[in-house]
């Protein structure tokens, strides 16, 4: 359990140090569609805008404050916390080397995941592109720590309804994971879940980048992609936590909007076309 204490170690000192904020959300939760939906309003979206009107790093992931680095993860990746970070415990799997966000996931990219999921019981998610709600040029994966919140009694809330094959109304596709399975299998399963909603590479092999966007979710036991076409719901926000049942908010105003339009019609209006792939 090296990376779990290095995780809570390295926040303890960003928290202390100010690299950190901590957060304090307000949670509802909300039934739609069969799923019990977490809704949040968090701090950190507002900071996060904040900062984009202020002064600018060029990029904020390789220039990053050492405060919020945890571990390295082999010879191409490391560790970092968010420092806009959605949950405690949130970290970013990072490229070593520059790469695009927009980069098609490498074998290298999941064997830096699996070395935290193996040790952290957590989400693994990636944004791929603009509209798939990322907002860092450097390519990142990132990892939140389950259960999603603590008021849920799932850890994942919509984990239910895509491992029992429930008709979902957005685009994605699905498949479950061997317990056995290695970086290379998990990277295989991924491109084969690109092609099943029709992205595909772009591009040299060494240089490849995705013909769309969308969002990708790991956890140990399973894999789902849902393709994007818009990064935000008016203004509710959506990366890929939100195709796990889980959505943040900036406002309360934004919140009961939320509620008013049902969360299943916001994932619904902001995924891609793509077609719906159930397990096999």
Known sequence: MKLLSAIK???????????????????????????????????????????????????????????LFVADLGPAHYLLLNKFNLLSGHVLV???HFEHQECLL?????????????????????NGGAEAGASQARKHLQLVP?????ESADEVPMEWALVDGEALPFAHAFERIAPQASAADRH?????????VGITGIGSPED???????????RRGWMLVVPRS???????????LAYAGSLFVRSLADLERARAVGPMEILRSCAGLGVRSYPT
């Open 188 to 196: 295989a399963l991924y491109r084969e879940l690109l092609r099943r």
């Open 230 to 240: 818009h990064a935000c719901f008016e203004t509710i926000p959506l990366n890929a």
């Open 9 to 67: 170690r390295t926040t303890g000192r960003a928290l202390a140090s100010g690299a950190l904020q901590g957060i304090e959300p307000e949670t509802r939760l909300l039934g739609d569609g069969g799923v019990r939906f977490i809704l949040r309003t968090v701090s950190s979206l507002a900071r996060k805008e904040k900062a984009r009107t202020g002064p600018t790093v060029a990029d904020p992931l390789g220039e990053f404050d050492p405060d």
């Open 94 to 96: 990072v490229t070593r």
């Open 106 to 126: 490498t074998v290298a990219d999941f064997e830096a995941l699996d070395a935290v999921l193996r040790e952290v019981d957590g989400l693994g998610f990636y």
């Open 146 to 150: 389950l259960p999603l919140a603590p």
């Open 208 to 218: 490849e980048s995705q013909s769309a966007a969308y969002n990708l979710l790991v």
